[in-house]
């Protein structure tokens, strides 16, 4: 199981882009990389995924560079509704095993005007 | 397009007394997990579970808790005899089980013992 070390905190101003960095020194050959975002009193839900390169969907980027040690989530703009704790996890998802995905402790984004 | 269904969203319960969480996933998949959340952590693995079996029970606590996932109905977490520690967020997501697919969450059960 890859261990995953993101930044406890993070603060921006509303209309900046947002980088979150995700470091997993341990990423097996077979491993996914997936976001999800929590708000308070929520499930997870989920953000993005990615195996390598680059992936965009509507929402956010995800950058992996080629050796896949680490991983930087980019959200565009955000609005003070983008204030939420965000999770990095690292797992092979490939045989819907659950019990090899992990959430520490995320990242607590705190947006203002 | 309903999401991941759980219910109730609040439990209150006694100590020495049984909780009984429900959780139906979303329409299409036939993959259950059950996390717990406690304030300011993050989501703990308890067990993971099919249509009528149970795949994976390596986080749950050997005593007190079950689960199930039956053939017809939503999948089942139980808690016997709660006590104060078991006071927690519970959290249900599905997935199809399928290559690469994400779990999608319910927005959980909030349990509180007395």
């Known amino acids: 199981l890859a261990k995953t070390t993101q930044p406890i905190s993070m603060d921006s101003y509303e209309g900046q882009e947002v980088n979150i960095t995700c470091s997993h020194n341990n990423i097996a050959t077979n491993d996914y990389i997936t976001w999800y975002q929590q708000f308070p009193s929520q499930g997870p839900r989920f953000i993005i995924q990615?195996?390598?390169t680059k992936v965009t969907n509507e929402v956010a980027s995800l950058f992996i560079p080629a050796d896949r040690k680490s991983s930087t989530l980019s959200l565009p703009r955000v609005s003070l509704s983008d204030t939420a704790v965000y999770y990095c996890?690292?797992?092979?998802?490939?045989?819907?095993?659950?019990?090899?995905?992990?959430f520490g402790t995320g990242t607590r984004l705190q947006v203002t005007l | 397009n309903a999401g991941v269904m759980q219910n109730p969203r609040h439990l209150v319960r006694r100590r020495g007394q049984e909780a009984r969480l429900r959780c139906s996933p979303m329409?299409?998949?036939?993959?259950v997990y059950w996390y717990r959340q406690l304030p300011e952590e993050g989501l703990k693995f308890m067990v993971y579970l099919q249509k009528e079996n149970i795949i994976d029970e390596s986080g749950m606590p050997k005593e007190r808790f079950s689960a199930e996932f039956p053939k017809e109905g939503p999948s089942i977490l139980r808690i016997q005899q709660v006590v104060r520690g078991d006071s927690a967020a519970y959290f249900c997501?599905?997935?199809?089980?399928?290559?690469?697919?994400?779990?999608?969450f319910g927005d959980g059960t909030r349990l509180s013992i007395l």
């Open positions: 990615g195996y390598k």
């Open positions: 997501a599905s997935s199809p089980g399928l290559g690469n697919q994400p779990q999608h």
């Open positions: 329409k299409g998949h036939s993959h």
């Open positions: 996890l690292v797992g092979d998802i490939s045989t819907g095993t659950a019990s090899k995905l992990t």
